[in-house]
T-cell receptor, first 111, second 115 residues
Framework: KQEVTQIPAALSVPEGENLVLNCSFT??????LQWFRQDPGKGLTSLLL?????REQTSGRLNASLDKSSGRSTLYIAASQPGDSATYLC??????????FGAGTTVTVRA | KAGVTQTPRYLIKTRGQQVTLSCSPI?????VSWYQQTPGQGLQFLFE???????NKGNFPGRFSGRQFSNSRSEMNVSTLELGDSALYLC??????????????FGSGTQLSVL
């Protein structure tokens, strides 16, 4: 069974600092890894999807890397802003055709 | 293009009752997957429907069931509600199956409280 872990559970940084969020998974037989953002009481918004054959994906200030062999992914958010405050979740699609989610990292960016 | 619509937004039920939640996917999307989110267990996969067929199911009891209609709209039903069923229920739509290399689009969820 795929286990997905996100550390730390919470993070508080001053505005302008770069954010580094970590995601680890136990089974390297994955189809893809996806990063989501969730605002309180809302659904999830997909940020980046990395296919298993890719090493990274970039969108604006966001960059996500994937190291399948070590079971790790990292989401970098450059020059953080208060609007980046949210919970960030990673999800792994495995060979059981299911998505497994991490518990998330709650980010607070202080103005 | 309209997003994923879930109704109702909030529900309050008592133990033993049953409930039906609805999810309308983005136009053209054929997959609808359902998830339960609780503070203790996080986000857990319930099941996925693609072209009116259940393609995969998570580790939930048979009280949780669903269906998908020909227009891709999906409903989820929970019978004999228990206190532990209190959660935010989210659905997501995608053009292909959720486990494949498809971006998922989530609705805002239905917050179910069981008293």
């Amino acid at each position: 069974k795929q286990e997905v872990t996100q550390i730390p559970a919470a993070l508080s940084v001053p505005e302008g600092e770069n954010l580094v969020l970590n995601c680890s998974f136990t089974d390297s037989a994955i189809y893809n890894l996806q990063w989501f953002r969730q605002d309180p009481g809302k659904g999830l918004t997909s940020l980046l999807l990395i296919q298993s054959s890719q090493r990274e994906q970039t969108s604006g200030r966001l960059n996500a890397s994937l190291d399948k062999s070590s079971g790790r992914s990292t989401l970098y958010i450059a020059a953080s802003q208060p609007g980046d405050s949210a919970t960030y979740l990673c999800a792994v699609s495995s060979d059981d055709y299911k998505l497994s989610f991490g518990a998330g990292t709650t980010v607070t960016v202080r103005a | 293009k309209a997003g994923v619509t879930q109704t109702p937004r909030y529900l309050i039920k008592t133990r033993g009752q049953q409930v039906t939640l609805s999810c309308s996917p983005i136009s053209g999307h054929r997959s609808v997957s359902w998830y339960q989110q609780t503070p203790g267990q996080g986000l857990q996969f319930l099941f996925e429907y693609f072209s009116e067929t259940q393609r995969n199911k998570g580790n939930f009891p048979g009280r949780f069931s669903g269906r998908q209609f020909s227009n891709s709209r999906s409903e989820m039903n929970v019978s004999t509600l228990e206190l532990g069923d209190s959660a935010l229920y989210l659905c997501a739509s995608s053009s292909g199956q959720a486990w494949a290399n498809e971006k998922l689009f989530f609705g805002s969820g239905t917050q179910l409280s069981v008293l």
